[in-house]
């Protein structure tokens, strides 16, 4: 299961949104999750699962790996579908006992937060998969840029950002080798009551904490070696530049937006769209 994370991880591959400015991507990336809220329709969350799947096939990510990524979140999404399921006030009722009762609009309710929940992940998880780490970093500093003008530091902020999602896939790759290296020593993960299940995570936090710092520390003394004085002076190597394609994928992207809304509206004048 710790291999299965996919947030933070970079998949190399020639496609149309690789080639895409990462500026542009952090931008659509935050306007997708903004549209997650706005849909509130069966119809709506079929149209962004329909252009969600078209995105990911372009990009040329297996859609096997995206779905892979969503193993690591299945207690949440279980956790909320009960949620929703059994604490969702509603006037259809289908089965009750005490404070537990199940509703048609539980069931809905369950349903949608949990697709919900899932597009969140799978769209989040695509802006780093077809993004590098640095074209992150320079276009979080870019979009930041207009902050400093109230004293925001926009490229530590930036960097800070960048080097945890770049750490994510290294944490992940440290705490299966402490896992695979406790149970060769005896140690069982899998047996036993909760609070016992818990204690036995103790193994495995404290060397990862340790390992942590000590990259944390070992990354620091790289960047004070190499003469890093953060936006000081700095200069890049590949200057970011919105070309055609990028202004073609905004007027897709204002479109999509245009739909999503749209359909938001229409529920307004038709209240038995579901």
Not at 68 to 86: C, D, H, Q, Y
Not at 226 to 248: A, K, L, S
Request: hydrophobic share 55%; aromatic share 10%; net charge positive.
């Amino acid at each position: 299961m710790i291999r299965d994370i996919t947030i933070g991880q970079y998949y190399p591959a020639e496609s149309p949104i690789h080639r895409l400015d990462a500026r542009f991507k952090i931008i659509a990336a935050f306007l997708f999750i903004v549209s997650l809220f706005i849909v509130d329709t069966i119809i709506g969350y079929i149209c962004v699962s329909i252009l969600l799947g078209i995105v990911i096939r372009i990009s040329k990510v297996p859609f096997k790996f995206m779905v892979r990524g969503l193993k690591s979140i299945m207690i949440i999404i279980l956790f909320t579908a009960v949620i929703n399921l059994f604490l969702t006030q509603g006037e259809q009722v289908i089965w009750q006992f005490g404070v537990l009762h199940l509703t048609v609009e539980g069931i809905y309710m369950a349903v949608k937060m949990c697709v919900r929940l899932v597009l969140l992940i799978i769209g989040s998880s695509l802006l780093t998969l077809t993004t590098t780490p640095i074209q992150l970093t320079d276009g979080l500093e870019y979009l930041l840029h207009p902050l400093k003008k109230i004293g925001v530091p926009a490229h530590e902020i930036a960097m800070m950002m960048t080097i945890a999602l770049r750490f994510i896939p290294t944490l992940l790759d440290e705490t299966d080798k402490i896992i695979k290296a406790q149970q060769a020593r005896g140690a069982d993960f899998d047996t036993g009551n909760m609070m016992q299940k818990a204690k036995s995570m103790i193994p495995i936090l404290v060397p990862l904490f340790i390992s942590a710092f000590r990259r944390a520390e070992e990354l620091a003394m790289a960047m004070e070696a190499r003469c890093y004085h953060g936006d000081e002076n700095r200069t890049r190597m590949n200057v970011m530049c919105m070309q055609r394609r990028d202004y073609q994928a905004m007027v897709w992207t204002a479109l999509y937006l245009c739909i999503v809304v749209g359909l938001r509206v229409a529920v307004n004048f038709f209240p038995q769209m579901i």
